[in-house]
């Protein structure tokens, strides 16, 4: 399939640029939800250090009920935003997201969540979420200009490191308001704190905010979607939302270097699955540094995430100032993974808390640079009328063994040293990458003549065995 060339209205960019603020709210206060979650598991569930295997799995549960539905609803979430309009999609999800979070604001304030619920509600938001990010990755590529897609890229990388940089102290600040109130050391609004029982509460209701004001936003906003002509078959049969789906595996199947690329990214989202078991490093291998140094344990996670998020939007500014790589982009894929695990052997070394914040520092900082370069040679290769199917597809493989890391680090925390499992793991990385830059399908990636030439003698390899 050869692909026209398509060009972005002419306020694009600045639709973009509106997109970009409004779901950086809106990923900022999921992220306060998320670290209030985690504060709540680890400090009112299970506070005990002999409690330390049940918040293992706990922790893993969390991650898992965000991490499968994410992962496996994505290509029925391509296949379906390339079928309908992505800007309704998108304010449809984060309007289901809005309403899910305030049943989670409910039920802590009414002292009624258990761990059954939390992953209930968390495996919903993220079912919700693949259909909102599908709609939304595919949405950018069709309003910003070829020449600016590295840099909404990098833009795009920050969000996720902004917010991180951000929400932990503010989640922290608002899981302690109430308590302050009552101590009487708040000098505004002191009466209505004092009465909220759980903090958690206030970080959840900003989310809901955010949820409605990136819901509400889009509506005001010229954003395309592609038109589809091939939804009939040659016998004049509707094409089934599944056939879409297999369109999507079969695109990648037959150009093996995209499978390739997708492999670096398997093996790289398995590691850096490990660090789920940050909470458990925090309260048990760094307490003996940052116990004396008069840090709690919230503060200490807070510290670490925003360190780590000071790297990412550094990161992130600096690859949407640069541009990226213009050619062999592959190389800023493949470098930036090799020293993410270097990163992780350190992490995973360190007994002392200023270590761990470098590590977290470098791994989330290299995070914008290879996904930028990767997002780009994607969607300079994919036509657009494909990217729902291929993008959802590409998500799958990529990202499946994540889901499958955080299963395997509840098992492996309970009964090994958290610490030693990162630092093998982030050998395992660097490793494969280091073999990664003598794979000559990988080095040729973004040939494109040459992964056409492979795709159609894959076809006909393929047409033959029929």
Known sequence: MTETKYQAPPDGWRTFLLLWATQSLSVMGSALTYFAVTIWLTT???????QKPQLAWALSAVGLAFAIPTVFAAPIAGAFVDRHDRKRTMIAMDLANCVLSGVLLSLIAAHALNIYGLVAIMALAAAFGAFHNAAFDTSYAMIVPEEKLPRANGMMQTIFALSGILTPGLAALLISLPALARQGKLPFLP??????????????????????IAAIVPIFLFIPSPKRTDLETATGEKKSLWADVREGVTYIWRRRSFLWLLGTFTVANFTSGALVLQPLI???QLAPDWTPRGFTLESALALLATVGS?????????????????????LGVLVPLIASGLALILYGASHWLVVTAVSAFLLEGLIPIMN???????????????????????????QFSWPLSTFVMGGLASRFDPGAIIMILGMILAAWCVIGL?????????????????????????ASAD
């Open 438 to 462: 003598f794979n000559p399908h990988l080095m040729r990636v973004e040939d494109k003549e040459w992964i056409e030439a492979q795709a159609l003698k894959n076809a006909g390899a393929a």
């Open 282 to 284: 925090v309260k048990f």
């Open 372 to 398: 930028s370069h990767s997002q780009t040679i994607w969607q300079t290769q994919t036509p657009r009328e494909l990217q729902g199917r291929v993008f959802s597809v590409r998500r799958l493989i990529a």
């Open 44 to 50: 009112t569930l299970y506070p005990e250090e002999s």
């Open 191 to 212: 009466a209505p704190l004092a009465a909220v029982s759980d903090g958690a509460t206030l970080a959840v209701g900003v989310d809901v905010a955010t949820f409605l």
């Open 310 to 330: 000071v790297g990412g939007v550094v990161g992130g500014f600096a690859i949407s100032a640069w541009g990226g790589l213009t050619k062999r982009r592959v």
